[in-house]
């Protein structure tokens, strides 16, 4: 099987995209840190259905502004070699897999993206700064490769809806797709700091998605059964330090005092397990019959 193109430099990554944009050939975008896995390749596999015979470019760079003090930049794990196998099986076209210095030339960038409120809470509350970082770069890499269709995964679901509002208020005209969690056959969402994990850590993370399906199994009975039950779920497991577990509109605001049934909900958590912190989340209807398992 033929691999990627492997692009270092914004220099090759123009070139080895020229053709397709003299061609009138649509471009995707999967944004990655590297560390590839299933879940990954899912999104690889969305790019795809959305393109066509278009180019399917998958960027792979560690951005070291998303990371605070203390966080796990130095350990993030990089394996490209392994990641362009990855790549190579779902028929990716381009991989872009530049330096710090080729994405920051000159140093960190003065001018950088504002994420706006919705930034400050969830993960930016205990993360300041991290979504003025993921921005930035999506800024820079919608710049760089100019895709008609870049494609985020729902896990990090704060992220999609950053994205999504920062591709429509700065008219960056791309179509910012959220595609599904991929899971284990017990439930935890796919991660690449799953591998952090030892075999009792590993059983304990189980828990943040058991309490997010008991959630959703309870929500035709409203927003607070749907709490109520995965509060439940956290309280008979051990080895999770919850962080934050949260009921929201899908765009990551406030629900109504009262909720009328029907209403569409996402439910967010994150919590540390370990020295790991891990996040999920699922979208469920408020008063509305639910699937009743994973």
């Known amino acids: 099987m033929t691999g990627p193109h492997l692009a270092s430099t914004r220099e090759e990554l123009a070139a080895l995209l020229q053709d397709a944009r003299a061609q009138g050939h649509e471009v995707a975008l999967v944004p990655t840190m590297g560390a590839l896995h299933e879940g990954h390749a899912s999104l690889m596999r969305v790019a795809r259905e959305k393109v066509g015979t278009g180019p399917v470019v998958v960027s792979i760079f560690v951005n ?4 605070g003090e203390g966080e796990d930049l130095d350990r993030y794990p990089r394996t490209l070699d392994a990641d362009l196998a990855v790549c190579a ?7 872009f897999a530049p330096s710090v210095d080729e994405v920051y030339p000159g ?3 003065q001018v950088a993206v504002d994420p706006g409120p919705v930034a400050e809470t969830l993960e930016g509350r205990t993360r300041p700064g991290h979504f003025r970082g993921v921005l930035t770069v999506v800024a820079k890499l919608f710049g760089l490769v100019r895709p008609d269709v870049a494609v985020f995964g729902e896990k990090d679901y704060q992220q999609l809806t950053l994205v999504r509002r920062m591709s429509a208020d700065l008219c960056q005209g791309v179509d910012v797709v959220g595609a ?9 969402a796919l991660s690449s ?14 828990t943040l998605s058991r309490a997010l399906f008991a959630a959703r199994n ?3 009975y409203g927003v607070d059964a749907a709490l109520d039950a995965a509060r439940a779920e956290l309280r008979a497991s051990q080895g999770v330090d919850l962080d934050y577990l949260v009921l929201t509109d899908p765009g990551l605001g406030d629900l109504p005092e009262e909720v009328p049934p029907g209403t569409e909900a996402r439910i967010l958590i994150a919590a540390r397990v370990g020295t790991t912190r891990l996040i999920d989340n699922m979208a469920l209807t408020i008063g509305a019959a639910q699937e009743t398992n994973h």
């Open 218 to 220: 309870e929500a035709s």
């Open 180 to 188: 599904p969690t991929q899971r284990e056959h017990d439930g935890l």
């Open 89 to 95: 099986d779902e028929g990716v076209d381009i991989v």
């Open 107 to 109: 140093g960190l960038p």
């Open 193 to 206: 700091r799953n591998r952090y994990l030892d075999p009792e850590e590993r059983l304990a993370a189980t």
């Open 64 to 67: 070291p502004l998303q990371f």
